[in-house]
Every structure is written in structure tokens, then in C-alpha cells.
């Protein structure tokens, strides 16, 4: 049987591509033309900044000087997680060389890109733990060109914490500057930075866009849409911190999805009931995102069992996956869509958003389908590389060359030819294509 909706979200996440599109390319296009100067025009315009661009040694002193010493061993702390997690990421990745056929050996070598350009938020939230995710797993992929953006607040500047955390983390650089603006200097190398190999980072749909739209020139992590985040929940789940967890996540933004699957009436109506309370104990800003956010796109979804609740959840393919159920290993091992799994009441998102170690940059609108999140994976190339004995290259070459014709490819066979001419002089061999 289909699985009964309780509540329905009527919209679905979706962004105004066209104008917002145009608003970019224009930006992008002007800086890109302009340089400096231009980008430093809309840094006036948009930041509504003039203060230093670039932060100098003395003004990140200043800046950490600012920043309580508590919240700086909060920030060592989540470091030192994620530095650890993404040191075995690492490991994960061999250098290696096989011998295909005798003489003839290939092999694989993983390089790190130079440069690597950081986007961190700091409009509305100061986000502090994605300076940390970023910075962290680019130091530790090996990059040696890190450079920090950050959005400063007018007349003020970055926020002391986010630039602590970037410079402990391994920032070489941090730019004082946001949105588009930030995006196009790191991307074109403006003021005496590296022109970046990748840009990741989470921000808005401006800086989203300008992502897309720079895909091609530079790598990304990924072409980020609104934060979101389901919650698998049998019967004995506390409805207390199922409805707790719901309302953090749905805080993020008024279109930030949040999604209750499970196979107990009775929790998702307690859960129900629960949510608007929790909503509303928020401060102001924060209720307002949440209480939007689980208007006009939450769902609670009833299933019939939890096989059920586990192809929903794959079919969702959520950013952020919570279960909290019996039997963990069994949902370890079935669910296959997601970004980042959090198992059992234990554990929740906010752990990984802020400071468990795993990676908070994640892909989101149904993206967990087909890729990971940021790791020091995104930050390195997998190259290839061959050498052979001219034994070895000898059924190569043959093979090559009768491949080659039958594709039409004359040039790519003569390649193989002349090297079977010089190698065995005194030796016959069939290179023609045969159909």
C-alpha cells in the first residue's frame, strides 16, 4: 500500500534561477573585467565595507584577541575532531602501480590541488563551523594555498570568531569580503591571491549561483540548494527530541525541508503536536524560519514498516539522515541516499553541523543520490600513469592499432605502428582492422 501522508508539504524547494542568474553573470562579468577595483566596488555597495581587504597578521591578533577564551577551546575542539576525521579520510587514499600484463605497468597517484578558496557565511549567522569544516580538510588534503572569505559585518569587519577558527585551521589568507564579490576574487586571483582550483563552502543562492556559473573554470563541492533533513523514527523514539531535532534543523531558513518518516501513528501525532511548541519557544528570528519552513514544507509520512520507511527515505535522498529506531546496524546497512547519517537519540545533525568531526558541507535537493559531501577527497585529483617495457607495449600496440582503424582513427593506429616498426624490425604483424 502507498504510504499515507499526515501532513503534505505544499511548496517544495525551489529558486528564482532566472533573475537571480542574470544578477550574477552581470557581477561576475564586471569583476572579471574590472579586477580589483570593481570587486572593490561591490565589497562598498553590497558589504558595505572599506576596511582592509586582506586581514594582516596584527588584524587577525586583534580579531582573536576579541574571542573568549571558552569559545576558543569550543573552536580547538571541534578542530581537533575534524582534523582527526579527515586524517583517516586520507588514508583512505593510495598511491599505487600494478603490472597489467608483464611489462606493462600502470598506476594511480592522488594530488592535491594548489589553490583552495573557502567560502564561510557571516550574514545573518556567523558560522563559525564552516571555517572549520573547509579550511580543516584542505590543510589536511595537502593544498598549499588556503584562502579564507568571509562576509564582513559594515564597519566592523569579519566576525572575530569565524576569523579565529579559519587562521587556527591553516588559512594562508583571509578576504574580507562577501557574496559574489568574494566568490569572483578568489576564483580570478584578485588581489595578489591564487587563483583558485576549487571553491567550496556553503551561502546563499547568489553565492550558489556564482558557484554554477564558475563550474568548469574551477572545481566545487557542489551546487548547494536550501539545508535539509529527515528523521527516521520507530516506536521507540522519544517524540520529545524527534520534535526537537525537526525544529533545529528547520531554524536554518523558511525553505528548509524537514521530513518525519516512520511506521508509529501514535509518535508522529504526538510529534506533531510537539513541534509548534518547540517552535515557538525560538527567539524571533529563529521562529519565524522554522515556523515558515514546517508550514510550507515539512511532511510527516506514515509507512507501513521499516522496509518501507528505508525506500522512502532513499527515494528523499536527504542532506541530513537521523534514525532513531531499534536495530541501527540493520539501517547502517540498508540506506544508501544520504549526505550524513546520524544513528540513534545519541547522536544528532547539530553534533555533525558543529563539532563531531564529520563534515557539515553536504549535498542537499536530492543530490545524496549520487554524491558525497566535502571531504579531502574533493580536494584532490586521482591521476593515472603508465610505463611498459617495449615487450610489454608489443600486444598493446597490436591491439591498439586494429582498434584505432576499425574507429577510423589512421593517426591514433600509426602511433602504435611505428613503435612496433622500431621495436621489432624483423617481425610481421597483422594491424589492419577486421570487421
Known sequence: MPVEYLKKAPLHSSSDAGETQKIVRDILDDIEAGGDAKALEYAAKFDRYEGDILLTEDAIAAAAALVPEKLKRDIEFAHANVKKF????????????????????????????????????????????????????????????????????????????IVYAAHICGADQILAMGGVQGVAAMTFGLFGLPKANI????????????????????????????????????KTADPEIVAADLVGQAEHGYNSPVWLVTDDRALAEKVMEL??????????????????AWRDYGEVILCADREEMAATSDDYAPEH???????????????????????????????????????????????????????????????????????????VAEATARISRLEG???????????????????????????
Not at 215 to 234: K, Y
Not at 332 to 348: A, P
Request: aromatic share 6%.
Open 199 to 234: 571553491l567550496v563552502g556553503p551561502g546563499n543562492q547568489f553565492v550558489a549561483e556564482a558557484k554554477r556559473m564558475l563550474f568548469g573554470r574551477v572545481g566545487i563541492d557542489m551546487i548547494a540548494g536550501p539545508t535539509d533533513s529527515l528523521i527516521l523514527a520507530d
Open 321 to 395: 539522515l537521523t534514525v532513531q529506531a531499534e536495530d541501527l546496524d540493520w539501517w547502517l546497512e540498508r540506506l544508501s541516499c544520504y549526505g550524513s547519517l546520524f544513528l540513534g537519540e545519541e547522536t544528532t545533525v547539530a553534533f555533525g553541523d558543529k563539532a563531531s568531526g564529520t563534515n557539515h558541507v553536504l549535498p542537499t535537493s536530492g543530490a545524496a543520490s549520487y554524491t558525497g559531501g566535502l571531504s579531502v577527497h574533493k580536494y584532490m585529483k586521482i591521476v593515472t600513469w603508465q610505463r611498459a617495457t617495449r615487450d610489454g607495449a608489443k600486444p
Open 86 to 161: 579527515a586524517e583517516a579520510q586520507l588514508k583512505t587514499v593510495a598511491n599505487f602501480e600494478v603490472e597489467v600484463i608483464p611489462g606493462l605497468i600502470a598506476g594511480q597517484k592522488a594530488i592535491p590541488v594548489n589553490a583552495a578558496g573557502c567560502y564561510i557565511p557571516g550574514g545573518r549567522y556567523s558560522h563559525i563551523a564552516s571555517a572549520i569544516m573547509t579550511v580543516t580538510t584542505a590543510k589536511v588534503a595537502g593544498c598549499q594555498n588556503i584562502v579564507a572569505c568571509s562576509p564582513p559585518r559594515p564597519g566592523v569587519g569579519i566576525a572575530p570568531a
Open 275 to 292: 513541534v509548534p511548541e518547540h517552535i515557538n519557544g525560538l527567539p524571533e528570528l529563529n521562529r519565524d524560519n522554522a515556523t515558515a
Open 409 to 435: 582513427m589512421e593517426g591514433h593506429a600509426r602511433t602504435a605502428d611505428i613503435r612496433l616498426k622500431k621495436y621489432f624490425p624483423d617481425e610481421t604483424f597483422e594491424l589492419d582492422a577486421h570487421e
